[in-house]
T-cell receptor, first 110, second 112 residues
Framework: AQSVTQLGSHVSVSEGALVLLRCNYS??????LFWYVQYPNQGLQLLLK??????LVKGINGFEAEFKKSETSFHLTKPSAHMSDAAEYFC????????FGDGTTLTVKP | DSGVTQTPKHLITATGQRVTLRCSPR?????VYWYQQSLDQGLQFLIQ???????AKGNILERFSAQQFPDLHSELNLSSLELGDSALYFC???????????FGEGSRLTVL
C-alpha cells in the first residue's frame, strides 16, 4: 500500500519569501512522486516529478523538490514566492494508481 | 490545455436522479482515471480503466459506475444521487506506466 501525508493544510508566506510545502510518503516499492498545482476552478497540472533519476527535481515556475529516501520525504520549495503562486498544491505517489495527499493551500501576502 | 476534455462543466440536478459525466483522454493515452474532489473528502480516487478494461478501483460507491469505450473515451454514471454527491469530478489520463496524470478541468455536480 502507498500513502502520502502533506504536513500543513494551509501555508502563508510573504511575497519574496521562501516557500516550503512538506510531503512524506509511504510506499512498499520504489515510488514515483509528483507535485501538482490546482488554481481556482481549474484541474490539476503537473509541477514536477521524481522517477528515480536525480534526487533534486526541478519543475515549472521556479519550483523544485528533493527526494530523500532516508526521510521518506519529497518537500516542495521555491526560493522566492510570487503572488501568482497562490493555489492548492498536491503531492502524489504513483505505483499503478496515483494516491494524492490532502493538499496544501498556499497564500501569498503582498 | 491538458488535452483532456470533460463534459458537462456544470450540472445541477435533484436528489434521486441519475447523471452521466463524459471524458475524452489525451490523444494516445490508454489509461483513464476518475477522481472526486469535495471540501470534506479532498481528492478521492474512484476508478481507473486501461484500454477498455477496469484496472483499479478506489472509493467508488455502488451507485456509481464507469466504463471506457473502444474509442477510449470514458463515462462515469452516478445514480440515486444524494446531496453528499455534490462535488467536482475530475477525469485524468496517462500514457503507459505509472507516469504523470493529465487532468481535465472537471465537471461540477450540484445535487439539490
Amino acid at each position: 500500500a502507498q500513502s502520502v501525508t502533506q504536513l500543513g493544510s494551509h501555508v502563508s508566506v510573504s511575497e519574496g519569501a521562501l516557500v516550503l510545502l512538506r510531503c512524506n510518503y509511504s510506499s512498499s516499492v520504489p515510488p514515483y512522486l509528483f507535485w501538482y498545482v490546482q488554481y481556482p476552478n481549474q484541474g490539476l497540472q503537473l509541477l514536477l516529478k521524481y522517477t528515480s533519476a536525480a534526487t533534486l527535481v526541478k519543475g515549472i515556475n521556479g519550483f523544485e523538490a528533493e527526494f530523500k529516501k532516508s526521510e521518506t520525504s519529497f518537500h516542495l520549495t521555491k526560493p522566492s514566492a510570487h503572488m501568482s503562486d497562490a493555489a492548492e498544491y498536491f503531492c502524489a505517489v504513483s505505483g499503478g494508481k496515483s494516491t494524492f495527499g490532502d493538499g496544501t493551500t498556499l497564500t501569498v501576502k503582498p | 490545455d491538458s488535452g483532456v476534455t470533460q463534459t458537462p462543466k456544470h450540472l445541477i440536478t435533484a436528489t434521486g436522479q441519475r447523471v452521466t459525466l463524459r471524458c475524452s483522454p489525451r490523444s494516445g493515452d490508454l489509461s483513464v482515471y476518475w477522481y472526486q474532489q469535495s471540501l470534506d473528502q479532498g481528492l478521492q480516487f474512484l476508478i481507473q480503466y486501461y484500454n477498455g478494461e477496469e484496472r483499479a478501483k478506489g472509493n467508488i460507491l455502488e451507485r456509481f459506475s464507469a466504463q471506457q469505450f473502444p474509442d477510449l473515451h470514458s463515462e462515469l454514471n452516478l445514480s440515486s444521487l444524494e446531496l453528499g454527491d455534490s462535488a467536482l469530478y475530475f477525469c485524468a489520463s496517462s500514457a503507459r506506466g505509472p507516469g504523470e496524470l493529465f487532468f481535465g478541468e472537471g465537471s461540477r455536480l450540484t445535487v439539490l
